[in-house]
């Protein structure tokens, strides 16, 4: 690893406020996360203790409102947030972008007595979260998901089965789509269980070529009972839920990707500026300068992609499609910089001795979790040329 500082990241944040908060982020990521990062990772560790940090810093619920326990925070501020998180190491980023999306339900389309009693807890109380979407045969058609939740008295019986699941078997509360009617997108629901319930259970997490800390694994649901005060909106409605969640999730998806990225060049700068070849620094040479240079203007392209989404989003306006743009731009980005910090460092590179072949890993999931890039460019081209077989 590069002994270079990297220049901290110059943002326009709306307030002193965020401000502080910024640099309170930058503190926690330098002293209890990025030191551990790599070993971590190697190990295949979850740094539980560090988001118990986060929660107790007022971290894991800065878009949602401080009545119960949130930060109120713009997702201008809590994206950006995000990408510190990241840039120090992409299983703590996603992590807090995944409890986020957990959350989204119960706090947008709750009721006032379900957001009193279980908000506080998930914002603030330590707690982390999963959503469970996806299932083993229902991945970008996720609206033909087989999860079914039967009624039962006052209470709803789930069975069925999620994959790949953020959080998967650790988590203390998932966010579940499980069909209660028909066929199709119609026929969903969203519940909120517990972590702790009979009958849930986790498999043993999957074996990935990146992000090994954290866990990612099936999550079974055998004859799981939860009452009907824990179903999320109407009957019928999870699916839309589902697809709301998605479109914000996949900002906090391009915020990490810019994170990673960041670091990636950081390092590959760091590197390049200290490496000597034939009397003089690597960074010298015309053709690693215009890569350094490639690389950075990509990154602030992405960075000024999320931000405006961001903002559409804070104002109430539409931004589905500059969010599929965002997610799309933004991984696609992380993938290339990531790839060509490892060419910049060269035989080093492709050693775990330095983090930049552990960036080029991890990036590769970017461009597939919450949505594939090709389901990307399916939603822009949606909204620019109108829907299919019209």
Not at 350 to 366: C, G, H, I, S, W
Request: with cysteine.
């Amino acid at each position: 690893m590069s002994d270079r500082d990297p220049q901290p990241v110059e943002r326009q944040l709306p307030t002193e406020e965020a401000r502080d908060l910024l640099a309170l982020v930058r503190d926690i990521a330098q002293r209890e996360i990025a030191p551990k990062a790599a070993e971590e990772e190697d190990a295949g560790r979850f740094p539980r203790e560090v988001f118990t940090l986060l929660s107790e810093s007022g971290l894991l619920g800065l878009p949602y409102d401080a009545e119960y326990g949130g930060g109120e925070q713009p997702y201008e501020v809590y994206l950006q947030v995000l990408e510190e998180l990241a840039a120090a190491r992409l299983t703590v980023g996603l992590g807090v972008s995944v409890h986020t999306l957990a959350c989204y339900g119960l706090a947008t389309y709750g009721t006032k007595q379900q957001q009193t009693e279980h908000l506080p807890a998930m914002l603030g109380g330590g707690l982390l979260g999963a959503y469970c979407l996806s299932e083993p045969s229902a991945g970008s058609d996720a609206a033909s998901l087989r999860t079914k939740a039967l009624p039962e008295g006052d209470a709803w019986v789930i069975n069925g089965t999620k994959a790949w699941i953020t959080h998967g078997g650790i988590a203390d509360f998932y966010t579940v789509m499980a069909r209660t009617g028909e066929e199709g997108p119609r026929g969903i629901t969203a519940f909120l269980v517990p972590g702790d319930a009979p009958g849930l259970s986790g498999a043993v997490p999957e074996k990935k070529m990146g992000m090994k800390g954290s866990p990612t694994a099936q999550v079974h649901f055998d004859g799981v009972r939860v009452g009907d005060d824990r179903r999320i909106g109407e009957e019928g409605q999870g699916f839309s839920i589902a697809l709301s969640a998605l479109d914000s999730g996949r900002l906090g998806i391009a915020a990490c990707a810019i994170g990673l990225a960041q670091a990636a060049l950081d390092e590959a700068v760091g590197y390049a500026t200290q490496r000597r070849q034939f009397g003089r620094p690597i960074a010298d040479f015309q053709g690693l300068r215009f890569m350094l240079a490639d690389m950075a203007t990509q990154i602030e392209a992405g960075r000024a992609l999320y931000l405006a989404a961001a903002r559409l989003r804070d104002a109430g306006k539409p931004f589905a499609k500059q969010a599929a743009m965002a997610k799309l731009h933004c991984t696609d980005t992380a993938m290339k910089v990531t790839t060509d910090a490892v060419q910049i460092l060269g035989g080093y590179g492709y050693t775990a001795d330095f983090p930049a072949e552990r960036y080029m890993r991890e990036a590769k999931v970017l461009q597939i979790v919450e949505g594939t890039n090709q389901i990307q460019r399916m939603v822009i081209a949606r909204h620019v040329a109108g829907p299919e077989g019209r």
